[in-house]
């Protein structure tokens, strides 16, 4: 394992006060929406998790994470064809004291898929009941009226909760923010997953168009692709930064996916020192963004 800057460097952090050694205090707790639950600031993404070639090395990403204080995990059946699902199962086994707060997904259309879902989810993850079930990724306006249509998967995860197969209802979407907005008029969805990210605000933008809308409902607000899914990085924006960007919005919690224990350790640091950026680290962060906006980086959105 890398350590202290030798990690950082690889990592392309740049700050070393942003990953300066872990001070005793926790990962941070935000409140959930209206739902009465608190959640940790880091979110551990596990898409990464199902592609990993060495199931006891994704284990091992999951532990950490928990054992550093994360209490969120967001994961979906079709990351790695269930085996995210199941190495988080894997490690939720090892460590069945902990407070933790399990976020999936159902990719289907259909109610009977959906309830699919729910059920091999339960198995796969070994729980007899799910915190946040996510209707995921809704692109457009006739993809968000299939959602909402009777025999549709929002009819089937809510009779799920009526089951007590779950807690909360959830929708998930980042392809356009406006549709995102209007999926949120509707009362039966607990929270929002969407991106948010430094080079968001220059177009289609997810914190213009959707994070307010979320607020106002009370709605849980769930960031995702806080690096463009890896790009902001490679354009040469520091990860640390990149976090503290999004850290400073009024969101729930921030899925961070990793792949590797020193990935998690970095996260933590960053989100443990609770430091949002300042007016001026944000407007020079934002200009530094700015020539990368549009579909080369932010391919998942719709133009």
């Not at 769930?222 to 490679?234: D, Y």
């Not at 990935?263 to 934002?286: C, F, G, H, M, W």
């Amino acid at each position: 394992m890398l350590a202290g800057a030798a990690a950082a460097a690889a990592l392309g952090f740049t700050h070393p006060l942003d990953v300066a050694a872990d001070e005793p205090r926790p990962i941070p707790r935000r409140a959930f929406g209206q739902t009465g639950v608190q959640v940790s600031a880091l979110g551990l993404g596990c898409f990464p998790l199902g592609g990993l070639r060495d199931e006891a090395a994704a284990v091992e990403v999951v532990l950490r994470a928990l054992d550093a204080g994360c209490t969120y995990l967001d994961t979906a059946p079709s990351y790695g064809r269930g085996r995210s699902e199941t190495r988080v199962g894997r490690a939720l086994a090892a460590r069945p004291d902990l407070d933790v707060f399990l976020a999936t997904k159902t990719h289907t259309r259909t109610g009977a898929d959906a309830r699919r879902d729910v059920e091999g989810s339960l198995k796969r993850l070994g729980v007899e009941r799910l915190d946040l079930v996510q209707v995921h990724a809704v692109k457009s306006r006739e993809d968000l009226q299939a959602v909402l249509s009777k025999g549709g998967p929002l009819e089937a995860l809510l009779r799920a909760r009526e089951e007590g197969l779950l807690r909360f209802v959830g929708v998930t979407g980042h392809a356009d923010p406006v549709v995102m907005r209007e999926a949120l008029a509707h009362e039966a969805f607990d929270a929002a997953l969407f991106p948010l990210n430094c080079v968001d605000p220059h177009h289609l933008s997810f914190e213009r168009e959707t994070l307010p809308a979320a607020v106002e409902r009370g709605i849980a607000r769930v960031a995702m692709k806080v690096f463009a899914s890896g790009n902001l990085p490679k354009k040469g924006l520091d990860p640390a930064l990149c976090l503290r960007y999004v850290g400073g919005l009024d969101v729930s919690t921030i899925i961070v996916g990793c792949r590797s224990v020193e990935e998690i350790d970095l996260a933590v640091r960053v989100l443990r020192a609770n430091r949002p950026l300042s007016p001026d680290e944000k407007k020079t962060l934002l200009q530094k963004s700015l020539p990368h906006r549009g579909k080369d980086v932010e391919w998942y959105k719709r133009a």
